[in-house]
């Protein structure tokens, strides 16, 4: 079988090749590198389509995310539509429920996003799903924050902290964030592919984890002693001057993915102490 793999730059895409190139001969397409109008797909079963504009910290506009998010996609699928690609694989995220929230994210939950990574990602899935019918096959898998060896931005910095400062103001937060392994991931991408699967799904972990367990976690693997200490007030002058700070480090976030799992059968090759663990040391 024969798969068109975009964003095969980042770290998603690179597990992916390095795990499943046994399994699937995999063509590469870079956005930024590449040729468009010179790509042919006429003989791709599978487009896993990962590349897009993330989440940015200081900030895009809502032109930059249409443009690649969006209209990107669309040229894609529909590329992939005409030249008979049977199945259309979209990455998106739970950024399309909204931001931190007590609600809990469900596969069938309303979309209401809140940022224009958001919206735009929602804009393209129903784009992706107006062009399905009985020959293509549309996808769509949302992820809360993915992890692993090699991952960027909130993740690798909060690896960093916890590699210098042994004295952290985070103890006792009780919030709940899901996050997935990419090795989940991808096995969920793998078994998509496999069982021919259409529709919207998410992926996983098995369980959330609280800001101060997953320092814990981490501290772990790295072998490194930490202490978390008291600060009086610290939570709320934190919210009071570094709102989106504070609501990643005490703000609750969590996937039930429970339909996923059972309409695949699915089960997660990793718990989260294998996946922190592969993340800091790398996997076999």
Known sequence: MKLLLTGSNGFIGNYFINHYTNQYKIQKFSFLKDDFQSLHVKDVDVVIHLSALVHQMGGASADEYESINVTQTLELAKKAKKSGVRQFIFMSTVKVYGEESNEVYTETLICKPEDEYGKSKLKAENELLELEDEYFNVTIIRTPIVYGYGVKANIKNLVNLVNKVPLLPFGNIKNKRSMVYVGNLCHLIDELIKQKQNGIFLASDDEPLSTTKLIELIAKNLDKK????????????????????????YGSLEVDNTLTKQKLSLKNPYSVENGIQCMIKGEK
Request: net charge positive; hydrophobic share 55%; aromatic share 30%.
């Open 226 to 249: 930490i202490f978390f200490i008291k600060v009086p007030f610290f939570g709320t002058f934190l919210k009071l001057l570094k709102p989106s700070f504070y609501k990643r480090l």
